[in-house]
RNA sequence: GGUCCUGUGGCCGAGUGGUUAGGCAAAGCUCUGCAAAAGCUUCUACAGCAGUUCGAAUCUGCUCGGGACCUCCA
């Protein structure tokens, strides 16, 4: 079977061929740390992790290069030099680098509990200034940049006269150049659609780098450019990230690359869409931001209540990632109780066992759950629909939960099917779609503890003393811990 | 203003022209000391109008609504 990806840049579905066979170097634009990552951020990481993962689940050697954006970018171009993370520092009152020190930390701590496999390559484009200077350097030998004041920008005029600027991001080009703005320092560019690729640092501005232009900083897009060509090469893959960098962003970066590799970056190139709350997109500007910390302890007024950075994993599954996701407590509780009802049954799912000889007695039942278990690879190379493999997990969970329950009887599956069934769950559950489940079960003294629970309540109910058995599980509830009365008259728990 | 995307049942969300998406919520039943869980059942929608077609949520056009990008943005 072969994997199929939307791919912006031509619009349609293709089947992913890699460069090199067996091998995938993938570049995903990663976080700009100067400041908390909030729900929004979530989507992307999570998104490329899964991919990542079932690249890596098809057999492909994947080199996945996910940058730190630690040198600030101007927030404005041209207004002010003053880049984001000079300004929080003075606000703050930190060092530079210890602000994003910070935040690196916290991001990658947001990425442990996101279960985000970790990158091959995580660069930081303070790491990479040089290479920065060089690939500029190079773009203006071929004569498609130029320095004034100190600053160098790109001739996007030049480049368009014989290149297709705007493809990636459905632009059309006379608009952008017709696009009027009066900022500061608009003056200095021959257009004002030519986006900078070096920027002359003022004194006050904390970051800056010497270079062939005088003291300053790197432009917004030459970072992800010459990072990606030094660990990926001029040709590559896929490059991915949100939607809303596709415009400048990636469509810079396409043309400089273009221009110093003389050769388009990446292959395929992959965005998903964006999570909004209450139909608006969250961003700074909406000033409708949830940042992570506060949905992992549901300290924000829009939140009834805490949610697990699995609940929002599961969540963002739920959907196709090139879909607008629309975040609402209610939302993420109903992600929060199907999670819990899937892992359950997968937990079910575990303990059942068949001899592997035995023959389907229910073959209706036998041939639509190998349907169910084998669409799991068709939908996502599918370009990669997790909802759709979600769905046929939840058909999957009464049948699962039936035969424990022995309304479906046990030899109902072939003993091959079964175990096809059990492997599949366990390869997308938690090798694919990275979910865990916290049961607590390995603690052991919390596991003697609960035995020891559950030992007293069956001797209550033994004797009828329903007060004490009825205690001892209330109490467990408003500590979270839940405990079930099986129809074998065992008892179970989680947390 | 320009470019593009989108409008699915109480809510969230899959949907590649013909067949039940799925989840959450709600109701009933079974099981249970009572619960919870689980199982079974019910609720069956495609913004509006017109067109193409034997047949459209799915294609086309128009209308209305929502959103993204055009500026830092995941």
Not at 333 to 342: C, I, T, Y
Request: glycine letters at 6%; proline letters at 4%.
């Amino acid at each position: 079977m072969s994997l199929k990806v939307y791919n912006s840049f031509s619009r349609t579905k293709e089947v992913f061929t890699p460069i090199t066979p067996g091998h995938v170097g993938m570049y995903v634009c990663g976080p700009t740390v100067s400041g908390e990552s909030h729900l929004g951020h979530a989507r992307p990481y999570i998104t490329f992790d899964f991919i990542y993962r079932y690249l890596t689940y098809k057999g492909f050697k994947v080199r996945y290069v996910r940058n730190i954006t630690d040198a600030g970018h101007f927030e404005e171009e041209g207004r002010e030099a003053e880049d984001k993370v000079s300004k929080k520092a003075i606000l703050e009152k930190l060092e530079p680098m210890e602000l994003v020190q910070k935040y690196t930390n916290l991001f990658h701590w947001a990425m442990l509990q996101f279960n985000c496999v970790e990158p091959s390559i995580e660069p930081t484009a303070t790491g990479h200034i040089v290479e920065q200077i060089s690939m500029i350097e190079k773009i203006m030998a071929e004569g498609y940049a130029y320095e004034v004041n100190g600053s160098v920008y790109f001739d996007l005029k030049k480049y368009a006269a014989t290149h297709d600027y705007g493809k990636l991001s459905g632009r059309i080009m006379d608009d952008l150049l017709e696009t009027t703005r009066e900022l500061d320092g608009q003056q200095e560019k021959r257009d004002k659609a030519d986006f900078a690729l070096w920027k002359s640092a003022a004194p006050e501005h904390i970051m800056r780098w010497k270079s062939p232009w005088g003291d300053g900083f790197p432009g917004w897009h030459i970072e992800c450019s010459a990072m990606a060509t030094k660990y990926l090469g001029a040709d590559f893959d896929i490059h991915g990230g949100g939607m809303d960098l596709q415009f400048p962003h990636h469509e810079s970066e396409i043309a400089q690359s273009t221009i110093c590799n003389h050769h388009a970056p990446a292959r395929y190139w992959l965005h998903n869409n964006m999570i909004t709350i209450n139909g608006k997109k969250m961003g700074k500007s909406y000033n409708n931001i949830i940042k992570l910390t506060e949905l992992f302890s549901g300290n924000h007024p829009l939140l009834t209540q805490a949610f697990a950075p699995m609940t929002v994993r599961f969540f963002i599954l739920q959907s196709h990632y090139q879909s607008p996701v629309d975040f609402s407590s209610e939302a993420l509780l109903a992600s929060e109780k199907a999670l819990k009802r899937l892992w359950e049954a997968y937990e079910v799912l575990k303990k059942l066992t068949v001899p592997m000889e035995q023959e389907a007695t229910d073959t209706v039942l036998d041939a639509k759950v190998l349907q169910w278990v084998n669409e799991f690879d068709e939908f996502m190379d599918d370009d990669f629909s997790t909802a759709k493999i979600l769905a046929n997990m939840f058909e999957l969970a009464p049948v699962i939960n039936g035969i424990k329950d022995g309304h479906i009887p046990g030899t109902a599956l072939a003993g091959t099917t079964l175990v096809l069934l059990q492997q599949q769950f366990k390869v997308y559950l938690q090798d694919i779609f990275g979910l865990t489940h916290t049961t607590g079960a390995d603690d052991n003294t919390l596991q003697g503890v609960m035995q020891l629970l559950i030992d007293i309540r069956k001797e209550a109910k033994n004797r009828k003393d329903y007060v004490t058995s009825d205690k001892i599980r209330k109490q467990l509830t408003t500590l979270g811990v839940e405990l079930k009365d099986e129809k074998d008259g065992s008892m179970s728990w989680n947390k």
